[in-house]
């Protein structure tokens, strides 16, 4: 199972998708122009088809970027950001992820995919895999809206202190998947307050340096 690649190749394939269509949006108006300058010479405008050309290549910029992304996938920045793990090479933690992926999978809801030892996230238009042993705290996080609408996402904070939200579609799915990650990971805090809050923003408590290198003994290794 190519899991790594089909997920960075995914997250191209919609930007030249996206970058494709304004491209053409642009262009449209332009080629109706120059129709219009080969019936009419006298009402061309060179600096404005001039500037509608530039915009225009901008987003062809973008696509042309995608496309060679798309095509080589390990010259991607999501691919890179796998060897910044500290685990080995990014072809060893691909390794290491698309078997889990692929034996090892314990729960996946359309964004995110939990297995024995990592924690896939593949949502929007990025791509990111982090190690269960580098997290040390996930708690739901509700957004209320003027007109009565909530969204539910969870925040995984890291060792490295930093923060990954999630979306979900609803409560429930927030608190399965919160129960799964105890039961994977139990040295992971999970549950907001604004004590534990403060203590994960000033490395005390259980978001020590001491105590998250205890848990890292304990957790089996990833790769």
Known sequence: MEYVKTQIRRIYRNRMILTGI??????IPLLIGLSETARNPDSANSSAFIAVLIMAAIPFAFFLHALINRANYKSSKYYKALGNLQLGDAETVEAAVNQEAAGHMIH????????????????????????????????????RTNFGARYYALMF????????????????????????????????VVGYSPERLRSFRSAS???????????????????
């Not at 609803?170 to 105890?182: A, G, K, Q, Y």
Request: hydrophobic fraction near 45%; aromatic fraction near 12%; charged fraction near 20%.
């Open 157 to 188: 904070a890291f060792a490295d202190r930093r923060q990954i939200r999630v979306q979900f579609k609803n409560e429930d799915e927030c608190l399965v998947m919160m129960r799964l990650i105890s039961e994977v990971c139990p040295y992971v």
């Open 108 to 143: 996946s809801v359309r964004q995110f995919t939990l297995t024995n030892h990592w924690a896939l996230i593949a949502q929007g238009m990025s791509f990111r895999a982090r190690p269960l042993r580098d997290l040390v705290w996930v708690y739901m996080h509700i957004t």
């Open 205 to 223: 408590g259980a978001f020590t340096g001491d105590a998250i290198l205890e848990r890292w003994h304990q957790y089996p290794p990833v790769v």
């Open 22 to 27: 304004l491209t053409g949006w642009i262009l």
